[in-house]
């Protein structure tokens, strides 16, 4: 019965999403007024990652049963959403009554579909992995059409999209699926057999891709961090604190990181994933950091309440920071597509001792176009002649050098005990946001 009248109150108040270009001088700013629902946060910032919007502030409120969040935004290019077609995309995605992201699965394996084959796969990661994967799937007369790779303190996860190189469709045959599964399994689980690789086969239904990965590495466990760390990464990871906010009954999570895109939607994932509402929260960028402030509690409405879990909330987030951090020296290729092409590039960056710490893969209109985070196999920078030699190899034009990523130290926040970016904001606007929400209901 609560359920059903949680389905009425939601049809009849169904969400209010404004989008407006007038208001704010650098950033086009979008507000939802919705009833509360858990995981509405992740829905709404997710949609805004699915059309690369930048988010450079935002304000979060959702007491009692009304939601109300205020996003400024911008395009990669710094300036604000003019394109009707993404704006007749937000609004109708989150005027939509239906739930924006799939119910979460928690195999991992092989999934077949009409267009492609599904492989979400995890293991131990090792200089060469990536090629090892590719050489497979060409010898499997699979064509990679997209994919992603992340590596993270010592654990690698990817979810690749791959075709029948003759049909250019799905794989459906139960036999070959096996095989796939069985060779990969080898190839992920390499010399170490105390840590299998995690390959099985997952129900239906698909989950947006950046938030599998980060729940593959979360199973995996990638957040307990291992005991020999270089040096100069404890300055380099972001800052993280939980402490009570015994007045309101909230944990506050307080953050500052080197900025990117999708920032706020990884650490938004990971918390709802860990089973975590946000109430209240904001969201301050600057020009090369982010810095932002939340109020949780548990789904059972209960705060953090041990060390213990605290200390595994911030790992956690600081995992969820790291994993898609751009590490190293980035590379761009862009060429026609053909079978067996991402196997070739890997396999000459393992011939040259590369490590690839990341890996977009994508084709669009027969093109390839793949994006590495390279690194050598210390996890230093790479040799500006090794890369040289190896785009003489692979083609001068074909192969791009973008920058080298390699984020700096972040400054050390400085706050008091209720947190120094909400203060008064969270007594004051927060709860008169609220008011006039209501007094529109």
Same mark, same amino acid.
């Given at each position: 019965?609560?359920?059903?009248?949680?389905?009425?109150?939601?049809?009849?108040?169904?969400?209010?999403?404004?989008?407006d270009?007038?208001?704010?001088?650098?950033?086009?700013?979008?507000?939802?007024?919705?009833?509360?629902?858990?995981?509405?946060?992740?829905?709404?910032?997710?949609?805004?990652?699915?059309v690369?919007?930048?988010?450079?502030?935002?304000?979060?409120?959702?007491?009692?049963?009304?939601?109300?969040?205020?996003?400024?935004?911008?395009d990669?290019?710094?300036?604000?959403?003019?394109?009707?077609?993404?704006?007749?995309?937000?609004?109708?995605?989150l005027? %939509?009554?239906?739930?924006?992201?799939?119910?979460?699965?928690?195999?991992?394996?092989?999934?077949?579909?009409?267009?492609?084959?599904?492989?979400e796969?995890?293991?131990?990661?090792?200089?060469?992995?990536?090629?090892?994967?590719?050489?497979?799937?060409?010898?499997?007369?699979?064509?990679?059409?997209?994919?992603?790779?992340?590596?993270?303190?010592?654990?690698?996860a990817?979810?690749?999209?791959?075709?029948?190189?003759?049909?250019?469709?799905?794989?459906?045959?139960?036999?070959?699926?096996?095989?796939?599964?069985?060779?990969?399994?080898?190839?992920?689980?390499?010399?170490?057999? %105390?840590?299998?690789?995690k390959?099985?086969?997952?129900?239906?239904?698909?989950?947006?891709?950046?938030?599998?990965?980060?729940?593959?590495?979360?199973?995996?466990?990638?957040?307990?961090?291992?005991?020999?760390?270089? #040096?100069?990464?404890?300055?380099?990871?972001?800052?993280?604190?939980?402490?009570?906010?015994?007045?309101?009954?909230?944990? #506050?999570?307080?953050?500052?990181?080197?900025?990117?895109?999708?920032?706020?939607?990884?650490?938004?994932?990971?918390?709802?994933?860990?089973?975590?509402?946000v109430?209240?929260?904001?969201?301050?960028?600057?020009?090369?950091?982010?810095?932002?402030?939340?109020?949780?509690?548990?789904?059972?409405?209960?705060?953090? %309440?041990?060390?213990?879990?605290r200390?595994?909330?911030?790992?956690?987030l600081?995992?969820?920071?790291?994993?898609?951090?751009?590490?190293?020296?980035?590379?761009?290729?862009?060429?026609?597509?053909?079978?067996?092409?991402?196997?070739?590039?890997?396999?000459?960056?393992?011939?040259n001792?590369?490590?690839?710490?990341?890996?977009?893969?994508?084709?669009?209109?027969?093109?390839?176009?793949?994006?590495?985070?390279?690194?050598?196999?210390t996890?230093?920078?790479?040799?500006?002649?090794?890369?040289?030699?190896?785009?003489?190899?692979?083609?001068?034009?074909?192969?791009q050098?973008?920058?080298?990523?390699?984020?700096?130290?972040?400054?050390?926040?400085?706050?008091?005990?209720?947190?120094?970016?909400?203060?008064?904001?969270?007594?004051?606007?927060?709860?008169?946001?609220?008011?006039?929400?209501?007094?529109?209901?």
């Amino acid at each position: 019965m609560d359920d059903e009248y949680a389905k009425f109150v939601r049809r009849m108040n169904p969400p209010r999403v404004v989008i407006d270009n007038d208001s704010c001088e650098d950033a086009t700013v979008i507000q939802v007024d919705s009833v509360n629902k858990h995981g509405i946060l992740l829905d709404v910032v997710q949609v805004l990652a699915d059309v690369n919007l930048v988010i450079t502030k935002a304000y979060i409120s959702s007491d009692g049963v009304w939601f109300m969040d205020v996003f400024n935004v911008i395009d990669r290019d710094g300036k604000k959403i003019r394109d009707k077609d993404i704006i007749n995309y937000i609004q109708i995605r989150l005027e %939509s009554n239906a739930s924006f992201v799939p119910s979460m699965r928690d195999s991992v394996g092989v999934t077949p579909s009409e267009e492609h084959t599904l492989i979400e796969l995890s293991g131990t990661d090792r200089t060469g992995l990536l090629s090892e994967v590719c050489a497979v799937l060409a010898d499997l007369h699979c064509n990679v059409v997209n994919a992603e790779i992340w590596t993270h303190n010592t654990r690698a996860a990817a979810v690749v999209h791959v075709t029948d190189d003759t049909t250019g469709r799905a794989i459906k045959d139960p036999d070959r699926l096996a095989s796939i599964k069985e060779l990969l399994c080898n190839v992920l689980r390499g010399n170490n057999e %105390s840590k299998a690789a995690k390959m099985t086969l997952a129900t239906s239904g698909v989950t947006n891709r950046d938030r599998r990965l980060h729940q593959i590495m979360f199973a995996d466990r990638d957040y307990e961090r291992a005991e020999l760390r270089r #040096v100069e990464d404890k300055g380099s990871r972001p800052h993280i604190t939980a402490f009570d906010c015994s007045q309101k009954y909230y944990t #506050v999570i307080t953050m500052r990181a080197k900025d990117r895109p999708k920032l706020l939607f990884d650490i938004i994932c990971t918390l709802t994933d860990m089973q975590y509402v946000v109430f209240h929260g904001m969201v301050d960028t600057g020009r090369t950091e982010a810095y932002q402030e939340f109020y949780i509690r548990h789904v059972d409405g209960v705060p953090i %309440s041990s060390e213990a879990e605290r200390e595994r909330v911030v790992q956690c987030l600081e995992a969820a920071i790291e994993r898609r951090a751009s590490e190293g020296l980035e590379l761009q290729l862009c060429t026609d597509d053909r079978v067996g092409l991402l196997s070739d590039i890997t396999r000459v960056f393992r011939e040259n001792s590369l490590c690839i710490k990341r890996a977009e893969i994508s084709t669009k209109g027969g093109k390839a176009l793949d994006t590495f985070y390279v690194t050598d196999v210390t996890g230093n920078a790479v040799d500006p002649k090794m890369i040289d030699s190896i785009r003489r190899e692979i083609g001068q034009t074909i192969l791009q050098v973008k920058c080298n990523s390699t984020p700096p130290p972040p400054k050390s926040p400085q706050g008091t005990a209720m947190g120094f970016l909400f203060g008064n904001l969270f007594k004051a606007r927060s709860f008169q946001n609220l008011k006039l929400i209501r007094s529109y209901s």
